[in-house]
């Protein structure tokens, strides 16, 4: 059973009913780019969204077994040559311990009510905003254990700030975490309208946006999906190309692009965020010729590049609440994730290249904990998120077109 396969049986069904994409997904309650991206195979819905649509399109669990099936990679003959993406467990192992420990990890009410997820997973804190939008999506992702996810997500879209967007601890409003938040809302489902929440995105892009290509891939990595063919796409495509930097090998990613950095060099988990956000754009868009010429030579780069997949962090400058000067925070990058992601996500990358990138990714998986833990110790949920990302996309990859990529 393939994803392909279920996507093709769900336009199916929904041709048979008569409707359109944009009809059933306002019936079910998703965004019409999340049924685009289910019937052309990309992803395959949540447990709760394939029960939605199975009721809805009489199928008699039909849909909902399809599904299930397609989880399983576990079940799929390995092509020859290509590298292996799960060690000791399947993969459909690893998955459902990833969702029992994420649901264990859960923050409650006084009523026992779920809210969401902290940061750190090993701290008892309260959750964050971004940080319960990390964890929706890696529920979504590994679709194990079933929860109700949409109670969550209410919850999430009510800790905006007065200004409409969602912010961090320090109060600043934030592009990344409005843009991850986003992103999380719809691939649940959730009563905000798409465009306003495209319109909260776009004001959340402060002046030194665009200098910053981190922030932009997040961004387009939620535009990309939900609507690559509007105005922000475009701008945010623009702007990312724009924030590289001429190197030696050829123009790549940065940390940022700013006047007078002294010796700045290219950035192997920025130019692979970069890839993952421009490879999102092309899958609906074909029509930016530098776009695939950029992501070719970004690949290129990142297949033979000798630098370490390991993990990075970078200082974001931001304005205090109180306009009392700028606070720094720090950002931590899981850096073989997104190399994974790049090369899965693009055309004939060697097996060598993903196994170097699968051997980090691995060594940072606490097994007894079902998690992945940071060099410190601590249990970032928005890397185990990575983590589960990218080993969905590297068996996609495999799936799909492993035979040709020998």
């Given amino acids: 059973m393939t994803v392909a396969y279920v996507g093709r049986e769900l336009k199916r069904l929904r041709r048979e009913a008569g409707e359109t994409q944009a009809r059933t997904a306002e019936i079910v309650g998703v965004a019409r780019a999340n049924l685009a991206q289910w019937e052309t195979g990309k992803y395959l819905p949540s447990p709760q969204n394939a029960r939605q649509l199975d009721s809805h399109f009489n199928a008699a669990n039909a849909l909902v077994e399809l599904v299930d099936a397609a989880r399983s990679p576990r079940d799929a003959e390995r092509p020859v040559g290509m590298p292996v993406i799960v060690t000791e467990d399947s993969l459909a192992g690893v998955f459902r311990k990833v969702g029992r420990s994420l649901v264990d990890h859960l923050a409650t009410d006084e009523d026992g009510e779920p809210i969401g997820w902290q940061h750190h997973l ?100 939620t535009v990309a999906r939900l609507r690559p063919d509007g105005h922000l796409a475009d701008r945010l495509v623009e702007d990312l190309l724009n924030s590289r930097l001429d190197f030696r090998e050829g123009k790549l990613w940065p940390e940022k692009k700013e006047p007078g950095l002294v010796a700045p060099e290219a950035s192997v988990v920025h130019t692979a965020r970069a890839v993952c956000a421009l490879n999102d754009f092309r899958r609906h868009r074909d029509d930016r010729p530098e776009v695939t010429e950029a992501v070719e030579e970004a690949v290129q780069w990142l297949v033979g590049v000798q630098h370490p997949d390991d993990g990075v962090t970078e200082e974001l400058i931001r304005p205090r609440p109180d306009g009392n000067g700028t606070t720094r925070v720090p950002i931590r ?74």
Avoid: C
């Avoid at 719809?186 to 959340?204: C, H, I, N, Q, Y």
């Fill in 333 to 406: 990058h899981f850096t073989a994730a997104w190399v994974i992601q790049a090369l899965a996500t693009s055309p004939r990358f060697p097996p060598a290249r993903m196994h170097k990138a699968l051997d980090i990714l691995w060594k940072r998986y606490d097994r007894e904990r079902g998690l992945w833990a940071w060099s410190s110790g601590d249990l970032p949920i928005w890397m185990t998120l990575d983590a589960v990302s990218a080993l969905r996309e590297a068996s996609f990859a495999m799936s799909s077109l492993g035979p040709q990529r020998e």
């Fill in 122 to 221: 090993q701290e008892n804190r309260s959750p964050t905003a971004l940080s319960t939008a990390y964890g929706l999506v890696a529920m979504v992702t590994v679709a194990e254990p079933y929860i109700n996810l949409h109670s969550i997500a209410a919850r999430l879209l009510a800790m905006r700030s007065p200004d409409g967007t969602w912010s961090g601890r320090a109060g600043s409003s934030q592009p990344e975490i409005t843009a991850a938040v986003v992103d999380a809302l719809f691939r649940v489902g959730t009563s905000l309208p798409l465009d306003d929440a495209l319109l909260l995105m776009e004001k959340s892009l402060g002046p030194d946006s665009a200098t910053r290509p981190y922030l932009l891939s997040t961004a387009l990595h």
